[in-house]
């Protein structure tokens, strides 16, 4: 009976021990970022969860799925519109990642948001078609959106 009990309460604080280290890694994750700042990483975070399960797909890493691709852009394109809402003046403060530069180029950072819903409106579009190559050569001028974006507003990742 004892035994019993001890194996029970050992389980009940393993569980607890994963949820908490679940907990911290979500807390990590963001840096303790707060607010509209928290909002814009989960907005990116998944937007960039979006692009590398299309860009797997297009390197030939995972099975191409152009239905697949179709609802990430489409994805993307619905998500995008809130990036200008998520980049209020002087919310720059740690853990932040944005550059000053946003908001002293803000109708560059506006446009690329525009160009990247245009782009991943063209790809989700070209994805029910099921054009490979088309939809590989768009998946690039989407991800060149991107990567302009973060190369001229994000500060630099650490390798």
Request: charged residues 30%; proline residues 3%.
């Amino acid at each position: 009976m004892m035994l019993k009990k001890n194996r029970a309460t050992l389980f009940v604080l393993f569980v607890l021990l994963l949820f908490g280290l679940f907990l911290l890694g979500e807390a990590s994750a963001h840096g303790g970022a707060t607010g509209v700042v928290k909002e814009r990483m989960e907005l990116m975070k998944s937007m960039g969860d979006q692009m590398k399960k299309m860009g797997a797909m297009v390197k030939g890493k995972e099975t191409f799925d152009a239905a697949s691709i179709a609802v990430s852009a489409q994805e993307i394109k619905q998500a995008a519109p809130e990036i200008t809402h998520l980049f209020p003046e002087g919310s720059s403060h740690n853990p932040s990642e944005a550059l000053p530069r946003i908001w002293e180029e803000r109708g560059r950072f506006d446009e690329l948001t525009e160009k990247m819903i245009l782009e991943a409106g063209k790809l989700s579009d070209l994805a029910i078609e099921e054009d490979r190559r088309s939809i590989v050569v768009q998946f690039t001028k989407l991800g060149k959106t991107c990567s302009a974006c973060h190369t001229d507003f994000r500060k630099k990742q650490e390798e």
